[in-house]
């Protein structure tokens, strides 16, 4: 009885919402149908702390740093799959898993320059049994041949045809996955390379990175299996004043190129937000991808959370349909919870953010900024703020058969009992 009480009760403060919605001329089931088709990748490297598995032992380097020390990270594939597992069980819809070459699953010593598809083949497996995509990245960085700060942008010969080698091998292996489970791989190509203190030449190491990314990308791959993008960042620990891959040379490098540009949250100074970019970056670039992280007061790699800059890269993609040419990731690395919980939080997070999107009465907002009253702009976003869209998510958790609300929480909390704090 209490039980039925319950359901009817769920109904009703749907349907209320729904009316709510309608009012403003806002369909909530389709809403919740478009949320349902949004893949987005999800970080393998929340669950290790960005460590993989080819070399043990070998710290994170490259400018980029996981703090805290929460118990229960993964150690090998299994365990990492059984992590990304229990999560997408609380997670609605079919996403993608965004891979780094390190965590290739195999016995054999290999190193960057000789990895092969049959290295992640265990990966591909897994992926098809789960109906998940794979997306891909060379990792030039926490390897004894990175250690000089540069990479693709090396001086040394040596050096860079090294990692020139990797990200060829990278791209076969994206094109790889992409043909084994028949929907496109991202493979995205991030670098450390920069000085800590001022430069006396800026030139030499960009134009050894083109060189190296002309190479790279010299071999035709199969376009529908295959997206090669490039990250542009501001600075990093240890390359505080001057970052090879900066986002003009990668911007300008891509729209050359014909291929896509990445995008991470954290990459810029800490007022210039992604947001403000997408649109023009897509202007002059086919399609885009999207680190979504949340630097706090630097590039910290916190994890994603609804916050107003979330809502903002959310409705730029859902308003002039730019998600369809738009490959969202997430990119974060926070140590100090539940590891679990944090791929959680992060994907519900923005689902919660494009849902509200979706359920936003743009027409009306356009029509009242082009007839120049925008205090109708203003008071409409704020009360939709207000508006009751976490009862339209919850609508979407159940009909995903996923957790409403917190729920989720128990079981992670459960999970970490069982199988995290055994390791
Ligand atoms: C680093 C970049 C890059 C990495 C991952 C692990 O600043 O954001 O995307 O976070 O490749
Ligand atoms: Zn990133």
Known sequence: MLLKGVITMKKEIY?????????????????????????????????????????????????????GNYPGKARNAA???????????????????????????????VDLDAIEPRHYASWVDWAKQQGVGLDFNPTCFSHPKS??????????EGIRSFWVEHCRRCRKI????????????????????GYKDIPADRLAPRKRLERSLDEILSEKLDESCNLDAVESKLFGIGSESYVVGSNEFYLGYAVKNHIAIALDAGHFHPTEYISNKISSALM??????LHVSR??????????????ELQEIADELVRDDLLSRTHVGLDYFDAS????????????????????SFLEPTEMLRRAEREGDYTTRLAMFEELKAMPWQAVYDQFCEQQSVPVGSAWLQEVRQYEKDVLSKR
């Open 337 to 356: 919870i539940n590891r679990v919980a944090a791929w959680v939080i992060g994907m519900r997070s923005m689902q919660k953010a494009l849902l509200r």
């Open 79 to 109: 365990e990492l799959r059984a992590d990304i597992e229990k999560a997408f069980s609380l997670i609605g819809g079919k996403h993608k898993v965004n891979l780094h070459s390190t965590y290739a699953d195999t016995t054999e010593k």
């Open 284 to 289: 002059f670039t086919d399609e885009l991808l």
């Open 174 to 193: 994206g094109e790889y996955f992409g043909r084994e489970l028949s929907q496109k791989c991202v493979t995205n190509i991030w670098i450390p390379d």
């Open 147 to 156: 250690e000089s700060g540069f990479t693709l942008s090396s001086a040394d």
């Open 15 to 67: 349907q209320d919402a729904k009316q709510r919605y309608a009012a403003l001329g806002v369909d909530t089931d389709r809403a919740i149908e478009s949320l349902g088709k949004v893949k987005i990748s999800m970080h393998c490297w929340q669950g290790d702390d960005v460590l993989g598995f080819l070399f043990a032992g070998q710290e994170l380097t490259g400018g980029i740093q996981a703090t």
């Open 295 to 308: 630097p706090i007061r630097w590039d910290s790699d916190h994890v994603v959370i609804l916050d107003d």
